[in-house]
């Protein structure tokens, strides 16, 4: 996926401009991470522009269809930012929307105004809309190394969840390099918000907010990443 600060600069000049942004379609296999750093991204932004997290809307893939009126429900607050420059409207997996809740959110894709920044992700550009496709900007996510790392990583930390001790062993004996300590974190919130949602593991949500400012830190090196890995692992083995 392109670099958070590309992005974020891309938005900024657009902003700085006046001029309405068009949607952001993120399109990778590995959902789970791509929603991580999706999620991310949007805080980034945000925090950028000194803007509260609760103007980063999200609609999150349940694995349920996604309806006319999940959408319509769901785009109530795009007429309203509050007094702040913007907001961010974040919808997960956008080929469960029906060709009905699609179509209904086409002229909000076309002109989302100035005050509406649209993310939106799905695993390919197949099963979306060409009049959708023909709205948004497209947003590779990934590659082979990383999608490797990233599956050596979840397979790990899922190991570790029911009691083995590999990845601990792992942590011990090799110094990793930042963007391996990112994408460790990266995997291990969108694995962990998963167990929090199934009621699978102590944290809460707060817990998980806390989890994603850790990895931001880590992210612009305000942070040792290693302290924060070892932190965590230690808080998942301590809930057992």
Not at 120 to 131: D, I, M, Y
Not at 197 to 217: K, N, P, T
């Amino acid at each position: 996926m392109m670099k958070s600060s590309q992005l974020i600069d891309i938005i900024t000049e657009q902003q700085k401009k006046g001029e309405a942004i068009s949607p952001f379609l993120f399109v990778g296999q590995h959902m789970e991470i791509m929603t991580s750093e999706i999620e991310s991204l949007g805080y980034e932004l945000l925090a950028k522009y000194d803007i509260p997290k609760v103007y980063l809307h999200r609609l999150t893939d349940t694995g349920e269809t996604i309806k006319i009126q999940d959408i319509q429900s769901f785009l109530t607050l795009s007429t309203s930012s509050g007094n702040y420059p913007f907001q961010i409207f974040f919808i997960e997996n956008i080929s469960r929307m029906t060709p009905q809740a699609a179509n209904s959110c086409l002229k909000f894709f076309e002109e989302p105004g100035m005050t509406n920044i649209i993310f939106l992700s799905n695993k390919s550009e197949a099963g979306v809309l060409e009049t959708i496709l023909s709205r948004v900007q497209v947003v590779p996510y990934g590659g082979t190394s990383d999608d490797v790392e990233d599956a050596f990583f979840l397979s790990m930390i899922h190991s570790y969840l029911q009691g083995n001790m590999e990845l601990v062993s792992y942590l011990y004996r090799n110094k990793l390099e930042t963007e391996e300590y990112v994408r460790f974190l990266q995997s291990l919130y969108a694995c962990v918000r998963n167990e929090v949602q199934e009621g699978r593991v102590w944290l809460s949500r707060a817990d998980l907010d806390l989890l994603q400012s850790d990895l931001h830190a880590v992210q612009n090196n305000n942070v040792n990443a290693r302290y924060v890995v070892d932190t965590w692992v230690l808080k998942l083995r301590r809930s057992e």
